[in-house]
């Protein structure tokens, strides 16, 4: 009897720095991937040295090492999305790019990853005009957060008269500023907004000059255990896509995903030091990746 032998599983190509605490990068593209069903491929842009407390140091590695590991799984591996968080410098950054216009991949994700939360840049600044001007029209999709929306519209020299606060009546006009950067499509995280919900916009262009924007809401959480949240988001989405979804679909159950993990996150940290007062020292703490129990977005929270 011939033995059935199961289909691959979607690949999904994460480049991205190392954190050595595994809440965010490399790490947590890892565990979201696998979680969904996916397999990650990883290449390693930078080590930093980072806990719950914050990132301490980053070490970009040489841009030789990159390209060295962008070879090897793109000639052995059926790489289905491909995922960008944390790219460190200008030589890294080009490197991925040339290979981005070389292989012309038609998913690729971009998370702006630009600063951690705690304020280390994770991009050199000398970089952010390369990033603006060349690999934004390279990606499908990009997942800015308000602040990272501000900053790439600015650095673009788009002007706008007051900075973005991720209200619904600005979006359109954000679109606007986005798509005349060539940007391909957003997903406009409100995670920093003032409003009541968390709602995040998948923006995309509408001809002649519209905007089609669709909207994801979800009950905003008050919790610490955020490390890494916007690392896992553009991992699940990619991993959604290379598990054939649509990009409506995609960001719709990544946010359902991303939902589960923040919730359920107490149950899944590690253990920390105590402080000599025997309290725990975690200033952020991790998602819970591997959420068993998929809690679904209530009712009432849908925009
Ligand atoms: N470290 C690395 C390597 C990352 O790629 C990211 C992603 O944004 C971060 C840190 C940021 O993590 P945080 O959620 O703590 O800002």
Redesign the pocket.
Known sequence: MTKKIPPPLPTVLTI????CSA????Q?DLKTIHALGGYALTVAT?I?A?NSQ??ASVYPLPAQVVQQQLHAILDDYDVQAIKL??LGNLEILNTVIHCLKQINHPCVIV?P?LI???G?P?LEINALSVFIKELLPLATLITPNIPEVNTLLEGGGEILNLPFQGQKEEISSIAQALFALNVNAAVIKGGHSIETLATDYLVQPNEPNGATIQAYSSRRMTTQN??????TYASAIATELAKGATLNEAVKRAKEYLYSTLVHAEQAQPAHQKTPNQAYKVR?GSLNHFVVDNTRIPNNSAC
């Open positions: 991205s720095g190392s954190d809440g965010a990068g490399l947590a930078a930093t980072q914050g990132v968080g944390m998370d990853v951690s939360s705690s280390c994770l955020t490390h890494g949240t916007g690392c952020k």
